[in-house]
């Protein structure tokens, strides 16, 4: 789901971009809630402890 701020989110990527940064943007459906935010925080776990 895109929100109003959704450009902006996506300005941000060409700004990382634009600099070299590595990113990932990932698109949850649902509002910032409890349940988008353990679909979140279970991404990142996996991203940041790989072996």
């Known amino acids: ?5 959704f450009e902006h989110f996506l300005g941000d990527d060409r700004l ?3 600099k070299g940064i590595h990113f990932q943007r990932k698109v949850y459906k649902g509002t910032h809630d409890w349940n988008v935010w353990r679909m979140c925080i279970n991404d990142f776990a996996q991203m940041i402890f790989k072996k």
């Open 16 to 18: 990382c971009s634009d």
């Open 1 to 5: 789901m895109k929100t109003r701020f």
